[in-house]
C-alpha cells in the first residue's frame, strides 16, 4: 500500500535524524573522542535499531566531516588538526563579516532593530547568549555548547538566508568538535572560554559593525591562541600567545 510504504520511509528518515543527532551530541560531549573507531552494528546495537538507519546517519555525519568512513574497519571520529582548526575560523569569518556588512550596505539596510519583529528576535537571541555567558563562566562546556550553537544559528537566521545560516552552523559544529577534543583534557575550564556573546548582540542591535567586527576578532585572537597552547602541550596554562587573527574571521570556542 503506498499509504504503509511512505510511512515507513518517514520513520525510517526520522530515526535517521535521530540517530545522527545523537552520535553528534556524542562526539561534542567528548564520549566519542577522536580517532575512536567503531562499526555500524555496534551503533545499531547500541540504539537497538536496524543497521538501515545508522549507517545513513553515519554517512551522514560523514558527510558532515565529523566522521571518517573506513570501507574494512566502518568508521572513526575524525582527528583535527590546528591547522583545520585555522581553516575553518577563516570560512566562518568570510560568512559573518558578509552578514555584518549587510546590515550597513546590503539588503537588510533598511531593517531597524526596534521594528517589532526584529527585535524580539534580537531579545532571543540574547537571552541565548546570557546562558552562554553564565556556562562559560562556569566552565561548563556541554551547556555552553549547546547554547552557543543556538544563539550562532538564531542570530545567523536574522540575516535572512537559510543557506548562510546552515553552513555557518555546520562550520560552528566542526569548530567544536575540534575544541572539545583539546578541552576535554583539562580539569577546570573556569576562565578559559570566551564569554562576550551579549556584547555582540548589543553592538548590532547599535548596527555598530566596526564594534561587532572587533569583538569577533577579538574572539578569533582568544580561540586560537587557546588551541595552538593546547595542541603544543600547554596544558591548563590558558591562552599561550595573543596572535592577530586574519582580517574579518570569526571564532570559537
Known sequence: MPGTSGTGAVTRSTLRQQIADALRDEVLAGRLTSGQEFTVKEIADQYGVSATPVREALVDLSAQGLLDADQHRGFRVHEYSADDFRGMIEARGLVTDGMFRSLTGGRLAHLQPDEPRIAAALAGV?????????????????????????????????FGNPYLTDFLHRLRVQTWVCVVQHLRRLPDLRGLLWAEHTDLVDALSRRDTDSARAIVHSYNAHALSLVEGLTAGGMGKGPARQEPPPPGADTLP
Open 126 to 158: 540574547r537571552r541565548r547568549g546570557e546562558e552562554a555567558q553564565r556556562a562559560a563562566l562556569a566552565g561548563e562546556v556541554t551547556v555552553l555548547i549547546g547554547y552557543d550553537l543556538r544563539f550562532w544559528r538564531e542570530l545567523g537566521s536574522l
